[in-house]
């Protein structure tokens, strides 16, 4: 659950994730410093430009009124002037000495040297933000003495703002990422590919990993799982083997040593040999079973009736004289193999009756599974070995106080019941009992239903 959570959160940790974050985080500083910078490079050129087209248009105008006849200078300033130009020609300036300044700068624009002898500048307003120049005025004194007065109204470069440059660079942005989105998601997807098939491996099979692309470095990857996967199927294939060998050569010995047991003269002696011999017995059938739980020793699947086999179950535990409540049995037909099915029930059974009280049993079906549930009344099990239960050759301590047992008998259950794809859990409160729950999924609707 808690790898469940973690693979659920938010953002995600991905491998495009971990691309594309810091990825975002560089483009979007590297654009907002391109953006800065170039705005205030914009800017202050498109001041100076602005200065210099105004100079360069007054000094224009200047010089063609002071060429032109004086009769015609005054009626030649107002065809000179416009929306963004004031021209005038008079005999006095606009601009009074206390309220100018000398622009003797301006003189080396065009013929301004030339043709004037006096040149006034009051500096109007710099807009910042779009690079432009408003109301500026110059008094300039011709040769003769007369004066041509000029308001630049406003001289700006930057016609309109740089959105559209921001949007090209907005767009450009976009696409990168877009592109580092794909290129990452290429990149991880023989990653993800890889590790569903990792997932649904069963470490008994003998199905390889499948070809993988992507980059080197994932195809790496891949064929050392692969290797990893042979060695551990070939190590637990081994062990496997080798315990079975052992449990299956100590079955003679065993059958020899009862039939010794049985020609003992002293019947206490007699009784306590035999009694210690089919618990030996019984060890070695449950290792053997357990080795053989997951694959269920070669034994088909067919469909069998749930309900048919808990109640054959239910039988033979009254036949020794074992009460088991019967509750509500639900029919329920799984595609399970009957004899491995069957030793799983009677394991989950024998528990409650020899550790438990007033045993029961009872069949639900609920939405895509049947479950069966198996209880008591007993003291249940104490939380310290409710996690441990399912270990093999785990016992509690009131397990080894009962004697008897090899702490097989749940692990085994619960390796037939994954085998059937279902599952097998344990819920227990002290003084409350225990449940046990065996999860399986329903099998089709079929009329040939397996008798138990």
């Known amino acids: 659950m808690a790898m469940t959570a973690a693979r659920r959160r938010w953002p995600p940790d991905t491998l495009l994730v971990r691309i594309l974050a810091p990825g975002v985080f560089a483009l979007v500083v590297l654009l907002l410093v391109s953006l800065i910078v170039h705005a205030a490079l914009l800017r202050q050129a498109a001041e100076r ?24 200078r005054k009626r030649l300033a107002q065809v000179l002037s416009g929306s963004d130009l004031a021209l005038s020609w008079g005999d006095a300036p606009d601009l009074p000495s206390d309220r100018a300044r000398a622009a003797s700068d301006l003189a080396h624009v065009g013929r301004l040297a030339e043709v004037t002898r006096e040149i ?9 933000e779009h690079g432009a120049l408003q ?48 290129a990452s998601r290429v990149s991880a997807a023989p990653l993800a590919k890889l590790a569903r098939t990792v997932r649904h491996l069963q470490p008994d099979g003998d199905a390889p990993l499948p070809q993988v692309g992507g ?35 100590l079955m003679s010995p065993l059958a020899r040593l009862k039939l010794r047991a049985d020609e003992l003269p002293d019947p206490a002696l007699r009784r306590t040999v035999q009694r210690d011999l089919a618990e030996m017995e019984g060890m070695v059938g449950y290792v053997l079973a357990y080795l053989r739980g997951a694959d269920g020793g070669g034994e088909p699947a067919v469909p069998v009736s749930v309900t048919d086999l808990v109640q054959v179950v239910v039988d033979e535990f009254a036949e020794t004289g074992t ?13 399970a193999r009957p004899v491995a099915l069957k030793r799983v029930l009677r394991n989950l059974v024998e528990n409650a009756v020899k550790y438990g009280a007033n045993p029961w049993v009872e069949v639900t079906v609920r939405e895509g599974g049947v479950e069966v549930r198996v209880g008591d ?8 070995d409710l996690a441990r239960v399912f270990e093999p050759f785990f016992r509690g301590d009131r397990a080894r106080a009962a004697g008897g047992g090899s702490g097989l008998g749940l692990p085994t259950a619960k390796a037939i019941a994954e085998a059937h794809g279902g599952a097998l859990e344990l819920a227990s ?22 008798p138990a």
């Not at 248009?57 to 063609?64: L, M, Q």
């Not at 006034?120 to 910042?128: N, P, T, V």
């Not at 799982?225 to 496997?240: E, F, I, K, M, P």
């Open 49 to 72: 430009g602005a200065a210099e087209v105004a100079a360069h248009r007054i000094a224009g105008a200047v010089d063609a009124v002071a060429a032109a006849a004086v009769p015609d």
């Open 120 to 128: 006034r500048i009051a500096a109007g307003l710099s807009d910042a």
């Open 135 to 182: 109301d500026v005025a110059v008094s300039v004194r011709l040769a003769d003495g007369s004066w041509v007065n000029a308001r630049v109204l406003a001289v700006s470069l930057i016609a309109a703002d740089d959105t559209a440059f921001r949007v090209a660079v907005g767009a450009v942005a976009v696409a990168l990422l877009l592109c580092v989105a794909l």
């Open 215 to 249: 980059p080197r470095e994932v195809r790496d990857v891949a064929e050392a799982l692969d290797g990893a996967l042979h060695r551990v199927r070939d190590l637990l294939r081994q062990r496997s083997l080798a315990l079975g060998a052992l449990s299956h050569d």
């Open 323 to 335: 009460d088991v409540e019967e509750r509500h049995l639900n029919e329920a037909t799984v595609l």
């Open 377 to 384: 009344r007993g003291p249940g099990v104490p939380p310290e």
């Open 429 to 450: 409160a002290p003084g409350g009992g225990t449940i046990a729950v065996l999860k399986l999924p329903l099998s089709p609707p079929t009329s040939a239903v397996t």
